[in-house]
């Protein structure tokens, strides 16, 4: 909203609360694992202990579909030892992103060696 409310304000056509919403029409949100059956993206924000994300992706591998991508928000893990996790390494990446991410037009893609 903050980055629609700015665009607004340099351009007097642009309809933020418009943009906002049809934003977030987009977007889902989950707190079950159960819920990624179909889902094309999955990035993975939990807490930074490599033993619970490593058993978050062995059960993520299973379920998510073939194609799927998985991608975990880490900054200051390894995503080898996750992607190997979830029995997919060449579908696994890791996502950084940098504050604040409202404003920083950057995004960290981590690949794997897979």
Do not use: W
Not at 16 to 24: F, G, Q
Not at 34 to 54: F, G, P, R, S, T
Not at 87 to 109: I, S, T, W
């Amino acid at each position: 909203a903050k980055l629609n409310s700015r665009k607004a304000s340099k351009n007097p056509d642009f309809d933020a609360p418009a943009a906002t919403e049809e934003t977030l029409a987009r977007l889902s949100y989950a707190d079950s694992v159960e819920a990624v059956e179909d889902c094309d993206l999955i990035v993975e924000a939990i807490v930074e202990n490599m033993d619970i994300k490593k058993r978050f992706y062995e059960d993520l591998g299973q379920r998510a579909k073939p194609e799927a991508i998985l991608a975990s928000n880490t900054s200051s893990l390894a995503v080898a030892p996750m992607a190997a996790a979830s029995g997919r390494a060449d579908r696994f990446v890791g996502l950084h992103y940098f504050n604040p991410v409202q404003l920083m037009k950057l995004c960290e893609v981590v690949r794997t060696d897979a």
